[in-house]
């Protein structure tokens, strides 16, 4: 470009739009960005490659399409690359991938990351749950020591799809009863003191269901805190672990070592930062709590877009 034609350009830069200079700022970083997204991807070779379609290991390099090295496995003859069978596979304009990840970090709303990505809503809204497919399954696999466990109820909603039998709610709306009904999903959070933390989401909160939860991830040597549910309470008992119950209404909100002040302050962040999106759909409420604990893990810093992808890809190790 002509130096008279380059200062031209730069004395136009005034006149664009926030949308125009956003769109224009995603170009510029494109070249750069794409490279760390296929960084992050070639990781993948590293480790001993496996056929996604047949588990086989009789695996040979099969030349380059795209960008990404591809593979042919010798047992079924299939080709495939770093992305087959993950929720990114044939997901397009991967120079974006990175700032969708920023998005993420964020907690844009659809359509606002869809301002952002240059996108049309319903692609943002397809990449958001796409990235958050296997991020979701990232949470702690054991949880030891004093660990602490309560339930919180988020109001069900069927955002998204049509519905027969009841009148249309707001975004956001209110249940049609005071306090916890079949309106709420219930979502049992565990944490324990190092910061592990994993979430349910049950069908009732009974002790069945705490049952079938808690017992596959406490320490057969950990204290659960809870408050003064019943139904936690027998489940502590059939799991054989030391209890500590605290009466939240009536009886001190701590007693020495244990009170559950962690595991409520979570849900207290986990609401406020739903309340952003106006609602979320129960079918995806689950992709939400994945993403909230990946957002709530890196507090107060921010999540670096590299790990995300990588968790997108179900590359992760158990917090």
């Known amino acids: 470009m002509r130096e008279q034609d380059w200062k031209r350009w ?143 109820f988020i109001l069900r909603s069927a955002k998204g799809q049509r519905v027969s039998g009841r009148a249309p709610r707001r975004r956001g709306g209110h249940a049609s009863t005071r306090g916890t009904s079949d309106d709420h999903v219930p979502v049992l959070v565990a944490r324990d003191r190092s910061g592990g933390s994993t979430d349910f989401i049950l069908g009732r909160a009974s002790k069945r269901e705490i049952l079938a939860s808690l017992a596959t991830v406490l320490a057969a040597d950990a204290v659960l805190c809870t408050d003064g549910s019943s139904s936690m309470a027998t489940a502590a008992i059939a799991m054989g672990i030391e209890h500590h119950a605290l009466n939240m209404s009536t009886g001190p909100r701590v007693r020495g070592a244990w009170h559950i002040q962690n595991v409520n302050a979570y849900h207290s962040r986990l609401k406020g930062w739903l309340h952003r999106f106006r609602g979320v759909a129960t079918s995806y409420l689950h992709h939400y709590l994945g993403w909230f604990r990946a957002v709530d893990r890196c507090a107060p810093a921010h999540l670096p877009p590299e790990q995300l992808i990588s968790l997108s890809l179900g590359r992760f190790a158990h917090p």
């Open 10 to 152: 730069l004395e136009r830069l005034q006149e664009l739009s926030p949308g125009q200079r956003l769109a224009l700022m995603v170009q510029l970083r494109a070249p750069d960005e794409r490279q760390q997204v296929q960084e992050q991807i070639d990781r993948a070779d590293e480790a001993p490659v496996a056929c996604p379609h047949c588990e086989g290991g009789r695996v040979v390099r099969n030349g380059q399409a795209d960008g990404l090295q591809r593979y042919k496995c010798r047992g079924c003859s299939k080709t495939f690359n770093a992305l087959t069978a993950t929720p990114l596979a044939r997901l397009r304009q991967r120079h974006k991938w990175l700032e969708q990840a920023r998005v993420l970090d964020e907690g844009l709303t659809v359509h606002q990351a869809a301002e952002r990505l240059q996108v049309a809503p319903s692609t943002a809204f397809r990449w958001r749950h796409r990235f958050l497919s296997l991020a979701q399954q990232a949470k702690s696999a054991l949880l030891c020591g004093i660990a602490e466990a309560d339930e919180t």
